[in-house]
């Protein structure tokens, strides 16, 4: 059915309201985009430094162990999840949802930062142990590591045999996927470019062997530095899947933006066609009156 001039021009206005409120949304997701990507990129520095200690160590001492690198005996493994707060994110969240619902068993302990997948967690009946789920867009690095905490514990009672953290990596402004990130056990397993400058630095100019002596003891240093290297995995990953979430966001609202751009170019060409077929029929009407005068 034809619609009246009267309606068309509603659903223009309409179309329109929305379109503002969609670039607006775009922008918004867009600066917060360009900022997260940012953090993100600052923060690689320090991480990759991190896991160099840890490689240069485990390289100058082949033999040496930490309680967070032998493995634990069990099946049951814990992960932290990442997800948004809000919605209109394209397919962020639908995204970590089937990724969890085909690679994580709904029996083992989640834990989830994020609120808009809870009731959907719930209902398909994964264990979450975290009652009141923390919220993305206020987690801090603190409060990041308390979740970690809570599987490093867990895997020194021997409660779990692994501590993972499902994320969304960030590929490019336009793609993201969601992945796994093990965190525990931990494999420090150094390539043989490691190795080599290792065994470098272990020469002096005459080709002398140099010891390198560490305080107290490698085992030691090793267990107080993994901890802090995978508190910061774990902040470099939520870094990493807000910077995702904004970039879905932005693509979402432009998506949006430029179909209601369509709809509405649309339905203003249909409002003419009626426009011009009502000023033709009162011409006809003009002209039929005149000549029955």
Request: net charge negative; hydrophobic share 35%; aromatic share 6%.
């Amino acid at each position: 059915m034809a619609q009246s001039s009267q309606e068309l021009r509603s659903r223009i206005k309409s179309v329109n309201s929305t379109r503002k409120i969609t670039k607006a949304m775009e922008m918004i997701a867009n600066a917060k985009l360009l900022k997260q990507r940012y953090k993100m990129e600052s923060n690689r520095e320090y991480a990759q430094r991190l896991q160099d200690t840890c490689d240069e160590i485990v390289a100058k001492n082949p033999g040496v162990e930490s309680r967070f690198t032998k493995p634990v005996h069990g099946t049951k493994k814990m992960t932290i999840i990442f997800c948004s707060d809000l919605g209109l994110c394209g397919g962020y969240n639908s995204g970590v949802m089937k990724f969890a619902r085909e690679n994580l068993n709904p029996a083992d302990p989640c834990f989830l930062i994020g609120t808009s997948l809870t009731r959907q967690l719930k209902e398909e009946g994964f264990n979450l142990i975290n009652e009141e789920p923390m919220s993305s867009d206020r987690a801090t690095f603190l409060s990041i590591k308390d979740a970690v905490r809570t599987g490093v514990d867990l895997y020194e009672r021997g409660e779990i045999s692994s501590l993972q953290l499902l994320y969304t990596r960030f590929v490019n402004t336009m793609t993201f996927k969601p992945d796994i990130d093990v965190l525990l056990p931990c494999d420090i397993t150094p390539d043989e470019e490691v190795r080599m400058k290792a065994r470098e630095e272990e020469a002096d100019s005459d080709g002398m062997y140099i010891e390198t002596l560490f305080e107290p003891d490698p085992e030691t240093i090793l267990n107080q530095l993994i901890p802090m290297m995978i508190d910061n995995v774990a902040f470099a990953d939520w870094m990493e899947s807000t910077t995702a979430e904004q970039g879905s966001r932005r693509v979402a609202m432009k998506t949006a933006t430029d179909n209601a751009d369509e709809l509405s170019q649309s339905l203003q060409l249909e409002y003419n066609k009626v426009r011009q077929a009502s000023i033709t029929q009162e011409i006809t009407e003009i002209v039929g009156g005149s000549a029955a005068v």
